[in-house]
Every structure is written in C-alpha cells, then in structure tokens.
C-alpha cells in the first residue's frame, strides 16, 4: 500500500523558514513526478510546486516564486519543500502529491497519491 507521509510544518514568524519534507513508503523504483500543494480555510487546494524524477524540471506557483525551492533524494524517496521568507498568506495545510507520469500538471486531480498534510503557520 502506497502511503505519502509530510513533516516538517509548525508556526514560525514572518520572514522565517520551514522544510516540509514528504515520504513515499510502498513504492519504489517508480519515475513519478512529485509536488506540493496547500489549502487554506475555506480555500480550495492549489498548487504550490512539483519536480520530476530526474530532478531535470521544476515549476513553481507565482506566488511562491523565488522563495520557495522544491528538491527530491530518490534514494530516501523523499521530497522536500524548502520554504523562506514566509508570509501570512503561506498559512496552509500542505498536502505532498505524486503523478506516475514524467510530466507536470499543476490540478490536483491530475496527482494518484496524497499524504494527510501538515499544517503550516505563519505569524504576522
């Protein structure tokens, strides 16, 4: 059974940083395209970065361009979200995905697994 595990959230100041890392347990081997996402109270779950396999290609939401920077250790099968100059807005449960396929896509649907999320706080 394919489980995502995510750690690494808490409260940190603005300004500050975090690293959410997520874990894939069940699976290995597997050329799968991995990303982050967040959702907000009563906000609905948007994307926030995603890297693939060979660690050859990022993409990065615009609100989190150049300070957020997404990376991967296949051999852990883990993937992190290195996060700075976080803002009040940032404040989220963060929800690590994977796509079995080599590409990017930034709609959730288009993700096969999830983890549980961690929850992300940012004081102003």
């Known amino acids: 059974q394919v489980q995502l595990v995510e750690s690494g959230g808490g409260l940190v100041q603005a300004g500050g940083s975090l690293r959410l890392c997520g874990t894939l347990?069940?699976?290995?081997g597997s050329w799968d395209t991995r990303g982050w996402f967040r959702q907000a109270p009563g906000k609905e779950r948007?994307?926030?970065?995603?890297?693939?396999?060979?660690?050859?290609?990022?993409y990065y939401a615009d609100s989190v361009q150049g300070r957020f920077t997404i990376s991967r250790d296949n051999a852990k099968n883990t993937v992190y979200l290195q996060m700075n100059n976080l803002k009040s807005e940032d404040t989220a449960i963060y929800y690590c995905?994977?796509?079995?396929?080599?590409?990017?896509?930034?709609?959730?649907?288009?993700?096969?697994?999830w983890g549980q999320g961690t929850q992300v706080t940012v004081s102003s």
């Open positions: 995905a994977a796509r079995g396929t080599y590409t990017i896509v930034v709609a959730p649907s288009g993700y096969d697994d």
């Open positions: 948007e994307f926030v970065a995603a890297i693939t396999w060979r660690s050859d290609s990022a």
């Open positions: 347990a069940g699976r290995t």
